[in-house]
């Protein structure tokens, strides 16, 4: 079975403030892709990063970035200088094993509220 | 590009009633998946096809939903009779078959059951 947990429900910050999202997994396979999702007002579902099991490698896309670490099975994401725009609920998602019959698992999500 | 299509946008009907939600997967994607967001109990899998076949049902709540994929670019989610607990935002996504792609999200059917 795989899990992944979002403790954080809800966090509010003021404009600039960094602030990280913390995701923990679990999953008995070896070969599993983590993702992340943003969900703004409007509703939609966006992909915004994914990460496979062997490479553990930081990744940085402009105000984000991410900390990917097999040893605690986690995936944080941070936000650097938050902006309004950020305002949105976060999903962390798991894909474990191969082939066709492995199937996305979603946490519960974090509602990002960033006031001005 | 497009993306991926649901229609419609949101539906609003009487308990009892038939509903159907439509979906139009990213074309060459063969891996669709249909989702039901709540408060209560998040973002759930409700079925997902591979090549137009279901591969895992589980998720569907009761026999009064069904799943069908006649072809490639088409899907079908039906509510039959449909109940007030069936209120929630229905999402359709799409990926090219395999574990590591990211699924791309359509922008939902927002379902109320009154």
């Known amino acids: 079975a795989q899990k992944v947990t979002q403790a954080q429900t809800e966090i509010s910050v003021v404009e600039k403030e960094d602030v990280t999202l913390d995701c923990v997994y679990e999953t008995r396979d070896t070969t599993y892709y983590l993702f992340w999702y943003k969900q703004p007002p409007s509703g939609e579902l966006v992909f915004l990063i994914r990460?496979?099991?062997?490479?553990?490698q930081n990744e940085i896309s402009g105000r984000y970035s991410w900390n990917f670490q097999k040893s605690t099975s986690s995936f944080n994401f941070t936000i650097t200088a938050s902006q309004v725009v950020d305002s949105a609920v976060y999903f962390c998602a798991l894909s474990a094993g191969t082939g066709a019959n492995s199937k996305l698992t979603f946490g519960k999500g974090i509602t990002l509220s960033v006031r001005p | 590009d497009a993306g991926v299509i649901q229609s419609p946008r949101h539906e609003v009907t009487e308990m009892g009633q038939e509903v159907t939600l439509r979906c139009k997967p990213i074309?060459?994607?063969?891996?669709l998946f249909w989702y039901r967001q709540t408060m209560m109990r998040g973002l759930e899998l409700l079925i997902y096809?591979?090549?137009?076949?279901?591969?895992?049902d589980s998720g569907m709540p009761e026999d009064r939903f069904s799943a069908k994929m006649p072809n490639a670019s088409f899907s079908t989610l039906k509510i039959q009779p449909s109940e007030p607990r069936d209120s929630a935002v229905y999402f359709c996504?799409?990926?090219?078959?395999?574990?590591?792609?990211?699924?791309?999200f359509g922008d939902g059917t927002r379902l109320s059951i009154l």
């Open positions: 096809f591979n090549n137009n076949v279901p591969i895992d």
């Open positions: 074309s060459g994607h063969n891996s």
């Open positions: 990460r496979n099991s062997f490479d553990e």
């Open positions: 996504a799409s990926t090219l078959g395999i574990s590591n792609q990211p699924q791309h």
